[in-house]
């Protein structure tokens, strides 16, 4: 039976374990025989403290010899992007300036799932400060995808996406501040959902792009997907962005049975690779056949989401990372003779290229003389967009787009021309800028190459986003897909 362990959903496993036919301490042995033997193509996985992981699971299988399990994630294992802190575990961001950073506490989120039992597993690979969209820009390792080892496993959650489709964890976590969860759930196959902005708590979460980042859910399936967000939505009076009890929508709540879905004008034209297009018109033809109505909504503004998120965000991280000077912690460099060399050369020596870029880029566009030019414009760009995704949705349940324009592509091909990569996230980005749920569900394959489409749904209608990805998911086979590795 171990040996297809890893095979199984989060609900099945749980199920096995709560009928007494697993113990949690089988399963984490049986992932970590996976992990010895898959991790090291892969690379998904920047660090594993195995000793850690076999006592949280000895004490998941007694608490539930004692009749104290704490819930359905009792002794499942959820592996942690590594800018989620988890006490005494690394917090590197995949960076040299965290190289050495030991977390002393746990995220919310940490805490959240502490509570409901589940096996903490692991730091997963990134983009460096999750700045990236390839899981290229990470300064500890590559990660590969799992459905062909040559190519990119999208970013900046690659580790996290890259894990669940090769089988080395049920569940994960990942963080979305431009498409980052959706992004690379696509191009390996799984199913990742950003979250309404402030349904969870960002406490714990190296920040980013303070009003663009979200943590998520990350699994196999929609409903691997949402037994892990039951436990991360709740309230935190540590974020002041996080909604308290008084603002939260019941999860689940009843979802329409014939769903209202808006389709935008013009999203599956140019740059939309054809395999792409017919894999979305499948899905349309699908939901068209349940009963659903299919309606052309107009977005005029999104082509403005790209730019205008590279200014918000960029501006936000620049501010971010001015904490890293090797002065208050993180890497310090020793080719010094003077405190201002020294915050210099740290800084040089600590963050890698597109973090170095990104700085550059948010320093300008704040400075004295072109703040009003783009970032203030940036702003006013952010809100009409908004406003019309708000629009749109008051006439239909969901926007159903793409999750990205093509499948994922080689390792090394994109890394000369940023621009090229910024443009992975065209579809992805305005979830973020409008603070909206969004999910990418698995829907077909280009050659072996996994690709998603995205549901968008108005403020805190998760339940509506997941009641549509299982619908589809329900009639097709692509629900815990595994890379043959």
Known sequence: MSNALHQLSAVELSQRLQAGTLTSRAL????????EAVNPKVGAFTALDIADVRAQADASDERRRQGKSRGPLEGIPVAIKDNIAVKGQPLTCSSKMLAKLVSPYDAHVTEQLRSAGAILYGRLNMDEFA???STENSALQ??????????????????SAAALAAGLVPLALGSDTGGSIRQPASHCGV?????????????????FASSLDQIGPMARSVEDCELLLQVLATPDARDMTCFDASHRQPLPVAAPAALRIGVPRGFLGKGVAPEVVQALESVLDFY????????????????LAVPTYYV??????????GRYDGVRYGHRSTQ?????????NSRSEGFGPEVKRRILLGTFVLSAGYADAYYVRALRARAKIRAEYLGALAKVDVLLTPTVPTPAFKVGEKASDPLQ?????????????AGLPALSVPCGRSGQLPIGFHLVGAPQSEAKLLAAGKLFEAAHGFAHQQAAL
Do not use: H
């Not at 199913?191 to 920040?207: D, E, H, I, M």
């Not at 052309?296 to 503004?301: I, N, Q, R």
């Not at 010094?336 to 210099?344: D, R, V």
């Not at 990569?421 to 800028?433: G, Q, S, V």
């Open 288 to 303: 068209r056949r349940q009963g659903c109505a299919i309606v052309e909504v107009d977005l005029p503004s999104a082509d």
């Open 336 to 344: 010094a003779s003077n405190p201002i060399e020294m915050m210099t």
């Open 131 to 133: 700045m990236g969209s």
């Open 28 to 35: 984490v042995d049986a992932l970590i025989a996976r992990y």
């Open 421 to 433: 990569l910024y443009l992975e996230d065209i579809f992805t980005i305005p979830a973020n800028l």
């Open 142 to 159: 590559k990660t590969f995808n799992p459905w062909d080892l040559s190519r990119i496993p999208g970013g900046s959650s690659g580790g």
């Open 191 to 207: 199913v990742g959902l950003k979250p309404t902005y402030g349904l969870v708590s960002r406490f714990g979460l190296v920040a």
């Open 312 to 321: 918000v965000a960029t501006a936000e991280a620049s501010s971010n990372l």
